[in-house]
């Protein structure tokens, strides 16, 4: 398994800033993904995130919203960027062990609201 | 029409059981299939995966594909309180890269 870690586990911003969500797992991984979960919703993708390559983002996303980073194969990093109140959701980032999703594992999130 | 579609519930069973959970998909494509469960305030959990048509057992959890209809469920047997949550059909993309689209989930209620 993998122990992922999230921080912040939660905020509450003001329209118009930018929030940075950090992502950490215990093991290398290749591939970790960023999901979006808005109140009552299920999961949505928001980008795949691998080390040494561009972000690919899903229809919907962009990077001047939601810029990534993946300096390493242990951590990697999303901005939420020029908030409004519409991003108020949580921020899930998981990890692909074996590249394979069988082994496909969430950290625990990270709830935003923006007032 | 939704790619994964499941009953939102919620879907009440008593304790002791059999609940059954049910998904559809769209992309004829997919290969493999995963069911979450996720706990009020939690983030989703893996509990079974399955990529061939017929049944996955995996202790009281059973899965079951049938690719030419489109379908997909999961029957936990012996419902405890403990199960209650959301559960979460997720399906892996064939448009080439490692991509799992999900289902809005189906919220199980287990009543002792």
């Known amino acids: 398994s993998a122990v992922i870690s999230q921080k912040p586990s939660r905020d509450i911003c003001q329209r118009g800033t930018s929030l940075t969500i950090q992502c950490q797992v215990d093991s290398q991984v290749t591939m970790m993904f960023w999901y979006r979960q808005q109140p009552g919703q299920s999961l949505t993708l928001i980008a795949t995130?691998?080390?040494?390559?561009?972000?690919?983002?899903e229809s919907g996303f962009v990077i001047d919203k939601f810029p990534i980073s993946r300096p390493n194969l242990t951590f990697s990093t999303l901005t939420v960027s020029n908030m409004s109140p519409e991003d108020s959701s949580i921020y899930l980032c998981s990890v692909d062990l074996r590249g394979v999703l069988e082994t496909q594992y969430f950290g625990p999130g990270t709830r935003l609201l923006v007032l | 029409q939704k790619e994964v579609e499941q009953n939102s519930g919620p879907l009440s069973v008593p304790e002791g059981a059999i609940a059954s959970l049910n998904c559809t998909y769209s992309d004829r494509g997919s290969q493999s299939f995963f069911w979450y469960r996720q706990y009020s305030g939690k983030s989703p959990e893996l509990i079974m995966f399955?990529?061939?048509?017929g049944d996955k057992e995996d202790g009281r959890f059973t899965a079951q594909l049938n690719k030419a209809s489109q379908y997909v469920s999961l029957l936990i047997r012996d419902s405890q309180p403990s199960d209650s949550a959301t559960y979460l059909c997720a399906v892996l993309f064939s448009g080439g890269y490692n991509k799992l689209i999900f289902g809005a989930g189906t919220r199980l209620a287990v009543h002792p």
């Open positions: 399955i990529y061939s048509n």
């Open positions: 995130a691998n080390q040494g390559s561009e972000a690919t983002y």
